[in-house]
């Protein structure tokens, strides 16, 4: 769940350097050189290669504040003397230990860079130890302004969340702060005051009672996570278990809620296994079977934490108990269950190596709702889901952001991404090919960080048709494309408008009487025969994500300019 200005909007209802140095040229006043450092991959990350994150923090509700360390374990991919490490601000670094010694090092915004004492030669695998305490940012409306969550739940007890995505792992620990790099495995050691139980990503491996009365709960992640995905869930917690017998054997299921709500949590938590089914046939076996799967109940909405992922939906289906697809469909299920478990697959496994891609996130995961609806409740349910999303398309700017300045692109990721999608299953109009895509690319790209693009190339090649032209469509402009038509005697006569150049995407339309026929459209007039009773029964299928335009149609009168 990207924290963009899509989810307000809900409640109302890498690249190369150069190309950084490019968007830097052409927009500085609204990119930074805070921005630069953040989104790109610079001189003093590109040498090094995150292989291990042994992570410790201790957690102190009493005054909103944390100390701890991280060990960065790393391969040298070229030789270099300076390494860029990120910590926001308000944090402060106490000291950066390197083979016993000390390492001196500059502050440059929310960037630290480290003057290595010793040559790092390639290939070697080195370790530096970041030392670290504060008050970190705190998180006012979590999951949408990122940060700590420090709160109460309702008998009074404390209860403390991170929920960071857009905002960065930095904001509570030191790390290599990008999607582009992910560690192979990461220990988690979260100590926190006794009466506390904390859940974190991953297995638990140990519990340590303290001598002052604090405990360590020590959590193991055996595969490739995301640094925004690593959480602190602190609270009075219950637990209880379950086995899902899956398409790689033997899935753990353990659920976290509060304890007053265990048993609001085993009723409603029992939608995680046709949840699992559902999503493991559409998209391959569940990716973290080595670290199980979590669900654990937060102080905020949820967030997609890998293994572990948040719950904060009041144990009702819909969102926050709304529809939004306005079908009343999406009120069959429980919104943050299915879409946040999405992500495991869309984000976690397949991870964009910019966020300015964060549709191989977020219209994936919007898409794998009306996938679970057409589970449930068959495939024209799953297609009126989808297609209902439509009415919260803003349609503000494209979809994709600028590379290497970590900007997010517009909120319509979701829902028109989502139906870009749908469209694209339209226009193969082969449903087992369309599933063993799906699947393909979480077999391909398991465990990856990866590029739109190579996304792109992937499918054009599995599915036999070049997409090119639709992807830079409703990814790269805010235009939908428009079907003009007109319908005279036995004729009909269309071609597409508001598009970009040479987009020829294929269509069903009514040529006869209670059937779709495939036409082909391009940006100049074509002509079909028709054989319907009028031209009124021309119709344009619904599930392409398109605007059709009947020219021989009075024309709508304009809507006033301060109409609501």
């Known amino acids: 769940m990207q924290r963009s200005a899509v989810l307000a909007a809900l409640l109302l209802l890498s690249a190369p350097v150069a190309a950084a140095a490019q968007v830097a040229a052409t927009d500085s006043a609204r ?10 991959i610079g001189p003093g990350r590109a040498w090094w290669d995150a292989a291990f994150y042994d992570l410790h923090v201790r957690v102190e509700p009493r005054d909103s504040s944390i100390r701890g360390w991280n060990g960065i374990t790393y391969r040298v991919l070229s030789p270099s003397q300076e390494m860029q490490i990120d910590l926001q601000a308000p944090l402060e670094v106490d000291s950066m230990i390197q083979d016993g010694r000390r ?8 960037a630290f860079f480290v003057a290595l004492a010793s040559p790092q030669q390639a290939g070697q695998t080195r370790t530096v130890a970041v030392h670290y305490h504060g008050r970190p940012r705190v998180a006012v409306h979590a999951p949408w302004d990122g940060g700590f969550v420090w709160t109460r739940d309702s008998t009074g007890a404390t209860w403390v969340a991170t929920a960071v995505q857009g905002l960065g792992a930095s904001a509570w620990w030191p790390n290599k702060d990008t999607q ?14 006794g009466s506390m139980t904390d859940v974190s990503n991953g297995r638990l491996r140990s519990t340590t009672h303290n001598p002052d009365g604090s405990t360590t709960f020590e959590w193991f992640v055996a595969n490739p996570i995301n640094n925004y995905d690593v959480a602190v869930n602190a609270g009075g917690y219950a637990h209880f ?42 998209f391959g076996p569940y990716p973290w079977y080595a670290d199980g799967y979590k ?28 529809d939004l697809s306005h079908t009343g469909i999406g009120l069959r299920w429980d919104f943050i269950i299915i879409h946040e478990s999405g992500h495991e697959w869309w984000g976690n496994s397949i991870t964009s190596k910019d966020i300015a891609d964060t549709w191989l996130h977020e219209s994936f995961t919007n898409y794998a709702e009306s996938l679970y609806t057409e589970c449930q409740q068959g495939k024209e349910a799953g297609a009126r889901y989808v297609i209902g999303t439509r009415a919260n398309v803003q349609n503000d700017r494209p979809i994709v952001a600028h590379f290497g300045v970590n900007e997010d ?78 319908v005279s005697g036995r004729s009909v006569r269309y071609r597409w408008t508001n598009v970009v150049p040479g987009f020829d995407m294929p269509i069903r339309v009514t040529l006869s009487p209670g059937r779709f026929s495939v036409i082909h459209p391009t940006e100049s007039w074509k002509t079909s025969r028709v054989r319907l009773p009028s031209a009124a029964d021309f119709r344009v299928d619904e599930n392409f994500y398109v605007k059709p335009v009947d020219l021989a149609a009075p024309a709508a009168a304009p809507t006033p300019s301060n109409a609501h």
């Open 241 to 282: 278990s379950d086995v899902y017998q899956g398409e790689d054997g033997a899935l753990t299921l353990d659920f976290w809620p509060l304890a007053y709500h265990e048993a609001a949590a085993r009723a409603q938590f029992a939608q995680v296994k046709p949840m699992l089914q559902c999503f493991e046939h559409w």
């Open 295 to 322: 669900l654990v109940e937060t102080p905020h909405l949820g967030m997609e934490h890998q293994s572990a992922v948040a719950y904060g939906n009041h144990y009702a289906n819909g969102y926050l108990g709304r």
């Open 31 to 40: 990119f930074t050189h805070a921005d630069t450092l953040r989104g790109s």
């Open 180 to 193: 582009a790099d992910e560690p192979d495995s990461q220990r988690i050691a979260i100590t926190v005051p």
């Open 103 to 110: 390492l001196t090092y500059r502050r440059d915004g929310n």
């Open 409 to 486: 692109g517009s909120g319509d990721v979701y829902y028109k991404g989502g139906n870009m999608l749908h469209t694209i299953r339209q226009v193969v109009g082969d449903d087992e090919r369309w599933r063993a895509t799906l699947r393909g690319l979480n077999l391909a790209f398991r465990h990856q960080t990866v590029t739109g693009r190579q996304v792109q190339e992937y499918m054009d090649r599995s599915l036999g048709v070049n997409l090119d032209r639709v992807f830079q469509q409703y990814l790269n402009t805010t235009k939908i494309p428009v079907l003009e038509y007109r």
